[in-house]
């Protein structure tokens, strides 16, 4: 019986290009520039399950961009395992601060990495998590150590707020009926500890609009004497937190799941080097939210930051406007128990009423989703720690993530199954930025544990 490890060894480049070529695609969902690559990337997932060993493949068509399903069947008596993961990928700028093109992927050592990581949008998130899935699933057909049924569902929407993921998981509970749900699009601590993630936080994410005269002005002519949008809206959003960056908004906290000590002092137990931390992003200093620690900030706490602002004059050399317009994106993360579409509420309310006279604001949610937590006694959990027990020599940490995958709740809600986020990236890999990558090391060794979960799933569900 060939063993996975040899498996690996006797393809991997064969793997390593395969990811290659998929991330030279630029599937941006935000940017309908980039339609016809995103379309592409789904006709490539598609190709690439079929050869993996899925009998049926199609490609689900959608309001948005498509959904790619493919199953694998063995048994309709043994478990079945839904892989979700996502083909689109965020948008690269800023380009300048790329040390290469970001969909020109290259391979190189990093001091995280020596034995290489593959440097390119998408790499980490999602395109180079999701296809461990993909090889893992070759592995086990070409093998014939598949144990349980499997099935996929990929989306291309998942940077955008997946919105038609929602109308197709509604309209095909049959079709995604399962046991459990398998993600990878979340990280583990380190290398050499690994963790499984246990909780998402939620997100609201809205965008603001500050209008003043009818028409820029002439800062000498009309400054002082009428309000400026930027002025103005600089204001209002520095008001949203207190001396203690404790959030303004009335209500915001109501609903806060608050931890117990004894959970916080479990959660301090992860290995944490806050010097480690502050060098790594060329900082003297962290900040957040008083009486909390790094770690329960970025993970256990809601926040609220701004995304991007703009207004005026931004071009070469001097314009002395008051502009007209200004605006801000701002996002919210959530805890469980904050239910984004309140929280959009009340932050729109706050933030109309706190505007001076002089001004006009306009807030526009775009998208949202709910936090979640899974138990560590489900099977799924249990059959994970397993898996990385074996393919790591360790029992992973299980660990609260601060990132968002608002479908992971939509998911328990429509298909009343509990969904399992075992992620191989790290928190240095910089997804969202520029020069993000994923470790070749990495990138196998999910091929070399997923194969496992499926054993140990099966075993524990009989």
Known sequence: MQTIQSYIQKHKQRFLDELVDLLKIPSISADSAYKNDVIKTADVIKESLEKAGCDTVEICETPGYPIVYGEKIIDSNLPTVLVYG?????????????????????????????????????????????????????????????????????????????????????????????????????????????????????????????????????????????????????????SLHDENNHITIPGFYDTVETLSAEERAEMAKAPFSLENYKKALDIDAVY????????????????????????????????????SKAYAKISMRLVPNQDWETITQLFKTHFESIAPKGVKVKVAPHHGGQGYVTPTNSLGYKAASKAYEQTFGKTPIPQRSGGSIPIVALFEKELKSKTILMGFGLNSDAIHSPNEHFGVWNYLKGIETIPWFYKYFTELSQ
Request: proline share 6%.
């Open 288 to 323: 957040g939210e008083e009486g909390y620690s790094t770690n329960e900030r970025n993970s256990i706490r809601p926040t609220l930051d701004v995304n991007g602002i703009w207004g005026g004059y931004t071009g070469e050399g001097a314009k002395t406007v008051i502009a």
């Open 86 to 238: 996502h083909y689109d990928v965020q948008p690269p700028d800023p380009l300048d601060l790329w040390t290469s093109p970001p969909f020109e992927p290259v391979i190189k050592a990093t001091d995280i990495h020596p034995e290489g990581a593959i440097f390119a949008r998408g790499s980490c998130d999602d395109k180079g998590q999701m296809y461990m899935h993909v090889k893992a699933l070759e592995y086990m057909t070409k093998t014939h150590q598949l144990p349980c049924n499997v099935k996929f569902m990929i989306e291309g929407e998942e940077e955008v707020g997946s919105k038609s993921l929602g109308w197709f998981v509604e309209r095909n509970q049959d079709k995604l009926a399962n046991d459990v749900i398998l993600i990878s699009d979340t990280g583990m601590i380190a290398n050499d500890i690994p963790s499984i993630t246990t909780g998402l936080r939620g997100l609201s994410y809205v965008e603001v609009e500050v209008t003043g005269p009818n028409r820029d002005l002439h800062s000498g002519l009309y400054g002082g004497a009428v309000a400026n949008p930027i002025n103005v809206l600089t204001k209002m959003i520095a």
